[in-house]
Structures are given as structure tokens and as C-alpha cells.
């Protein structure tokens, strides 16, 4: 502090000791949390794939009920729209428009016939369980209705479940829920 003509004047600064503590302080923070972040990003990863996959449910679902001509030449399909997955295919999934109303998605592995769209999960995230090694959730126009089906066309019954999972760790898993109620849902779970 020093006086000039009776006014007390401070200087006002960082001395070289508090701004060394300050850096030091931050280097042992971010040691600290650096370890924490990976995990999480993954984390992340995998609530932002189950998220998105039920919201392209939600999708097909919409389409169905606007009678959306998408993908299909201009026509409303007559099956509808659905969502097609596969054990084998883990990494992704795909949008289709069911033109021949079989409930089941032709074409739909060589991206040809009713397929509209591949969606893939984000890296690190796989499907690791389906009720059947094949699933169909059509929801087909104008109310919808919703169908549960395999490749052979079978009922899956009121209910089907698509598990999955990081890639790095089979025990962080998301379940996705779909009814034949319309109700698509996202479970939330660690083993």
C-alpha cells in the first residue's frame, strides 16, 4: 500500500507464488478427472444409440401414421412402415416401407426392395441380445397397428426387446422396449 497526498492506493495483482499454487492446483484437477472421462464419453455413446433407435421407431411410427409416401415411389405403403434388425448385423439397423404388406422387410440386407434407410449405432456400441434372431416392428396405416414379426413371419407377441451394449464392456447395456400396444420405450440398466 502506498500513500500519495493522503489517499491510500493498492496494488492490485497476482504475485508469482499465488499464480504457481493456481496451475498447480488445475494439473492436479484434470490428473485427477482424466481417468473418469473415457468411461463416461462411452457411456454417453451408448444412452445416445438406445435413444436414437427408439426415436427411429417413434419414426416409422409416425410415418405410418401420417401416411408419408417416403422412400417408395410416391406411394403410402401398404404394410406400412417398420424398423428391421438382425442378430448378425450388429451394428446397425434399417428403416423400410413394407410395399407388399408380408410384415417383413424384403430386400432389406442387400439395401434393395423395401429397404429406405441403414442406420448405424454410434462407435463402441453393438446389439448384443433380440428376442429372435430377426426382428420386424411394422406399424402399419392409417391407426396404426403394430406387428412383432420375424423373417418367417411369425408373431413375436406382445412385446420384443433389443438389448445393447459397448462393444469394450458386454455388462453396460440400454434395453429398448417396443409393445403391440405402440409403446417404445428405453431401459436404463448396469449389471
Known amino acids: ?65 401420417g401416411a408419408e409416401a417416403e422412400g417408395v415411389g410416391g406411394e403410402v405403403p401398404e404394410g406400412g412402415y417398420g424398423i428391421y434388425l438382425r442378430s448378425t448385423v450388429q451394428e446397425s439397423y434399417v428403416l423400410f416401407a ?13 439395401e434393395s426392395g423395401e429397404f429406405i434407410e441403414r442406420i448405424s449405432f454410434e462407435s463402441g456400441v453393438e446389439i448384443q441380445n433380440l428376442d429372435n434372431p430377426f426382428v420386424n416392428i411394422i406399424f402399419k396405416p392409417p391407426d396404426p397397428e403394430v406387428y412383432l414379426t420375424n423373417n418367417g413371419n411369425q ?19 440400454k434395453t429398448i422396449k417396443v409393445n403391440k400396444a405402440g409403446l417404445i420405450f428405453v431401459e436404463y440398466r448396469s449389471y
Open 155 to 173: 408373431d413375436l407377441g406382445s412385446q420384443t426387446s433389443i438389448v445393447i451394449c459397448l462393444i469394450d464392456d458386454e455388462s453396460e447395456t
Open 1 to 65: 500500500m502506498k500513500i500519495f497526498n493522503g489517499v491510500k492506493q493498492f496494488n492490485k495483482a497476482f504475485t508469482l507464488i499465488e499464480l504457481i499454487i493456481v496451475i498447480a492446483i488445475i494439473a492436479i484437477l484434470s490428473v485427477i478427472a482424466f481417468p473418469y472421462y473415457q468411461p463416461a464419453r462411452k457411456q454417453l455413446a451408448l444412452q445416445r444409440s438406445a435413444n436414437k433407435l427408439a426415436q427411429d421407431i417413434r419414426r416409422a411410427q409416425g410415418m405410418a401414421l
Open 98 to 110: 413394407d410395399i407388399d404388406d408380408d410384415q417383413k422387410c424384403n430386400g432389406c440386407d442387400s
